[in-house]
């Protein structure tokens, strides 16, 4: 079973930028559409950024403007570029293929005001 695995979270103070990566155990990220999601504390999980096959992207309202997908099909790669960050983006984030496999670990990010 393909796995994936997060990183690139970190402490950063508001306004300031990370960019996040998902590496695949596999090449999974060429047929099928990628999500990177998050959670806060005390909230449910939410989509923040979706990219299909085609390269199409879906962003949430709150991330639209300051957070950019992409794909490294070859490194078997999914990043998520974060600008602009602010404290209520404090959060764990994943990256999964909808209907696929499961959840990972997660990556921390923390804003500090």
């Known amino acids: 079973q393909v796995q994936l695995v997060e990183s690139g979270g970190g402490l950063v103070q508001a306004g300031g930028s990370l960019r996040l990566s998902c590496v695949a155990s596999?090449?999974?990220?060429?047929?099928?559409?990628v999500g990177w999601y998050r959670q806060a504390p005390g909230k449910q999980r939410e989509l923040v950024a979706q990219?299909?096959?085609?390269?199409?992207?879906v962003y949430a309202n709150s991330a639209k403007g300051r957070f950019t997908i992409s794909r490294d099909n070859p490194k078997n790669t999914v990043y998520l570029q974060m600008n602009s960050l602010k404290p209520e983006d404090t959060a764990v984030y994943y990256c999964?293929?909808?209907?696929?496999?499961?959840w990972g670990q997660g990556t921390q990010v923390t804003v500090s005001s």
């Open positions: 999964k293929v909808p209907g696929v496999g499961t």
């Open positions: 596999g090449s999974i990220f060429s047929s099928n559409a």
């Open positions: 990219i299909t096959p085609a390269g199409n992207t």
